[in-house]
């Protein structure tokens, strides 16, 4: 099979990619690797303090977990978002993966679970 992999640029997917290649799959059938941001982890946020996290967890409770947006992080739907415009890209007519018989997705867990 000729495989095109497609990887999110966070650090510990492209090891698990080369975990992959140590385990065994055949990495002389990778004929394209690519970084693709819009598949990387959900992006967290920063929290300093116990109290604050308290605070925003009860507000997170009132808009609901898949949409509440902690401060300078993401929401699941925002997440959804960009993994939608990957998926849509990947499957695009005329799209490069086109000539391939299997298309390799090294990412996250939220990520995959939107997938």
């Known amino acids: 099979d000729r495989v095109c992999a497609f990887v999110s640029p966070f650090e510990r997917a492209q090891q698990t990619l080369l975990g992959l290649y140590d385990g065994g799959f055949p990495e002389q059938q990778v004929e394209m690797v690519r970084i693709d941001p819009r598949i990387r982890e959900k992006e967290f946020g920063n929290f300093q303090s116990a109290g604050t996290i308290a605070a925003l967890r009860v507000e997170e409770q009132i808009v609901g ?30 799209s490069a993966i086109e000539t391939f018989d299997t298309c390799l997705l090294v990412t996250h867990g939220l990520t995959i679970r939107l997938l």
Do not use: I
């Open 65 to 94: 977990r898949f949409y509440y947006r902690l401060p300078n992080a993401e929401s699941c739907a925002d997440v959804l978002d960009r993994v939608a415009n990957f998926l849509d890209s990947l499957l695009a007519e005329g």
